[in-house]
């Protein structure tokens, strides 16, 4: 069972930043060769989502209001499950939790994310619909996709 943390910037502790520059590290950086910066200062904005087990992070996400990320809507990124925790559903989880924070924090508006293409089916599931051709990020396949909450 996932416990469950949301807090801002300010809030983290040094422990909780450096695991989830970690975790963020662990999967885009190592597992999918990403060569970007992580470092973007868009993390002061973000509401930061973190999921433990037994006090070792496994899930992560950051969520952000309308104008801090995207223009026109509120969204999230950097959604992220540890490579041996997959397979438990602790990633649909992690995004219907994004979703949950979005609507108690935000004015009630159209949710939209830049998902990778590989996990387009996930999001549809979930009630996204994807929108526009895809576009590369960061050197990967995405969509622009959106829901209703």
Not at 1 to 28: C, D, G, H, P
Not at 81 to 109: D, P, T
Request: hydrophobic share 35%; aromatic share 14%.
């Amino acid at each position: 069972m996932i416990e469950w943390k949301e807090k801002k910037f300010q809030e983290l502790t040094t422990k909780e930043l450096y695991e989830i520059s970690r975790v963020r590290s662990e999967v885009f950086v190592v597992e999918q060769e990403i060569l970007y910066n992580d470092f973007d200062r868009k993390d002061y904005k973000a509401i930061h989502l973190s999921g433990f087990i037994e006090e070792e992070l496994v899930a992560y996400a950051r969520i952000f209001d309308k104008g801090d990320y995207y223009k026109n809507h509120p969204g999230f990124g950097r959604v992220a499950v540890i490579e041996k925790e997959r397979g438990k559903g602790y990633g649909k989880e992690l995004v219907k939790k994004c979703i949950g924070v979005c609507e108690k924090n935000f004015e009630k508006q159209e949710i939209k994310i830049s998902a990778q293409a590989y996990l387009e089916k996930l999001y549809i599931e979930l009630g996204f619909e994807r929108r526009g051709e895809g576009y590369m990020e960061d050197g990967i396949p995405h969509y622009a996709m959106f829901i209703t909450p």
